[in-house]
């Protein structure tokens, strides 16, 4: 099992940067994909980046350039970070922690709003 625990996240004004964390924890929690995925009100779930053990990496078109996914490994743990800068009105969203190994994982989830 994997278990999630995530952080950041909150009301800011468009272009203040945020960051929201994720650290996995438990016997799958080393090696594996973790990834930031993002579900507006009324929308569907939706990729915003994603990052191998080793840190390749991958971004939504919508995020390129504004949004960086980074990721450390230590004591069994992983900890992906995804500072967002840039910040606009339509990133305003709920944030979830995403880990696959073997099976998917998810988080609970963090609000994002930006909002002048």
């Known amino acids: 099992q994997v278990q999630l625990e995530e952080s950041g996240g909150g009301l800011v004004q468009p272009g203040v940067p945020l960051r929201l964390s994720c650290t996995a924890s438990g016997p799958l929690a080393w090696g594996g994909i973790m990834a930031w995925y993002r579900q507006a009100l009324g929308k569907q779930r939706e990729l915003v980046a994603r990052?191998?053990?080793?840190?390749?990496?991958?971004?939504a078109d919508f995020v390129k350039g504004r949004f960086t996914i980074s990721r450390t490994n230590a004591d069994a743990k992983s900890t992906v970070h995804l500072q967002m800068n840039s910040l606009e009105p339509e990133d305003t969203a709920v944030y979830f922690c995403y880990f696959y190994r073997l099976r998917d994982f998810w988080g609970q989830g963090r609000q994002v709003t930006v909002s002048s």
């Open positions: 990052i191998t053990f080793e840190g390749t990496t991958t971004y």
